[in-house]
């Protein structure tokens, strides 16, 4: 292979949802791209997000308030989102055939639901734009001199390019090929890089209970975090019980600020089952259902007082034989019960890591990163995008936005 067939306009090093809409949208406008990925194929991690269904942006149409997400990024960002926001990632996927729809908390999910449709629309984008992709490719280093960069080196070819765009994405989820390699590259071209933490990731807990109702979930419950035994955080909403603890956006987006509960030492919480209800007004709705049922036996009443599912286990923290009649319950008995049920314990042991995250942290700082073009400003031809960026977000599609965003702006700009 001769050094003209190494050559390109643009190389785009990481294929994921940031890389695949970087290099579309510079062989849309004319450059020859190359799509250099590790894996064996594109969009690993983009298939499994939002479990196969993709959440796809957040449909927050004030941008402020959508903006207020990304933390300390936000003055960054605008100048970015007013080049491609949310309703440009509407109009690229609808006019590509694969209509949006809006679900709770503005997330916006592919109609089909399918994260893979979501895939498809990005390769088929590749394709109409002849971008060269080439898989199990594992990059050695980036040289650079005189600030620009030169040449990518992998194995024993040299691919050269006049622009070069890293989208390797952040640590999380390691097992889709995130690891944390465009980090290191970037350190040694001597960028300023905040080390990355799992910031999105479900809690670890120690209680056996949960992990033996684990795909359930807890709706419209109330978890308040006690740290030394001082009250430290309220949350309201589901919560998805796992083989390893908790779990769901609720959770998820509070990983960071319980991360901060336990520098302080050992975190308890306690799940209200029925925050809309004091003690006495769940102890009178227990009693109701009681004399409806006094015939009946406790295992097969209480399951109509919890959360679907749940009922078993949560029976068996009473210590009340399942099998007395409901009749026989005594009124210590019953407040117990409601007890339990307003306040159930569970000991967080911790965050779980980078193999459970749907986001890390860390990245590039943003004052390398000139803010309307994603170019590095110690690299005239580097370009720098996705979760490679120094920016926190929540969970809800602005992960994915944030990738369509920046990468859309240097392949446009490259």
Known sequence: MNQHDNSYDVIVVGGGAAGMMAAGRAAEKGKRVLLLEKNTSLGKKLKITGGGRCNITNAEENQRLLLANYGTAEKFLYACFAQFGVADTFEFFE??????????????????????????????????????????????????????????????????????????????????????????????????VQNPTPTIVPLAVADAWIKQLAGVTLPNIKITFFSNNKKSLVLKGNI??????????????????????????????????????????????????????????????????????????????????????????????RKIMVQLLKSLPVTITGLMGYDRAVITDGGVALKEIDVKTMRSKLYSNLYIVGDLLHISRPSGGYSLQLCWTTGFIAGDCA
């Open 95 to 192: 006019k590509r055939g694969l209509p949006l729809v809006v679900q709770a908390g503005k997330r916006a999910f592919p109609k089909t639901e399918r994260a893979l449709d979501v895939f498809l629309v990005l390769e088929k984008y590749l394709k109409q734009g002849d971008v060269e992709v080439r898989t199990n490719v594992t990059i050695d280093k980036i040289v650079a001199k005189e600030g620009v960069i030169q040449k990518i080196v992998a194995g024993k070819k040299d691919f050269v390019a006049k622009v070069y765009i890293l989208a390797t994405g952040g640590k999380s989820h390691p097992e889709t090929g995130s690891t944390g390699n465009g980090f290191v590259w970037l350190k040694q071209l001597g960028h300023t």
């Open 240 to 333: 998805l019980l796992t083989h390893f603890g908790l779990s769901g956006p609720l959770i998820l987006n509070a990983a960071g600020k319980v991360a901060d509960l336990l520098h302080g030492g050992e975190v308890t919480a306690y799940i209200d089952l029925f925050p809309e209800l004091d003690l006495g007004s769940l102890d009178k709705h227990i009693t109701t259902i009681f004399d409806d049922n006094k015939n009946k036996v406790l295992k097969n009443v209480f399951k109509l007082i919890t959360p679907k599912s749940a009922g078993a286990v949560l029976l068996s923290l009473l210590k009340i034989d399942p099998e007395t009649k409901i009749h026989s319950i005594t009124k210590d008995q």
